[in-house]
């Protein structure tokens, strides 16, 4: 669940601060669940972040470390 935004995006990262993330598009819905393609050629093991960005204002919307 999160807060409704303009042009929200779900990231996937390396770290907490996402210096290097994937996007894997806009937020499909502020809840319940959802399901996203994650790229071929990701490994997503490396991955330990998922992040709900705001695009237009470089804003944090919410995040979760990926057990």
Known sequence: ???NG???K???SLNESATNYINLGDLKSTTGKQSYDIPDNTVISDQMY???WCQD???NFGQA???
Do not use: A, C, N, R
Request: charge should be negative.
């Open 1 to 3: 669940m999160t807060e």
């Open 6 to 8: 303009p042009d929200l």
């Open 10 to 12: 779900i990231y996937l």
């Open 50 to 52: 998922v992040h709900v």
């Open 57 to 59: 204002f470089s804003v």
């Open 65 to 67: 470390k990926l057990q």
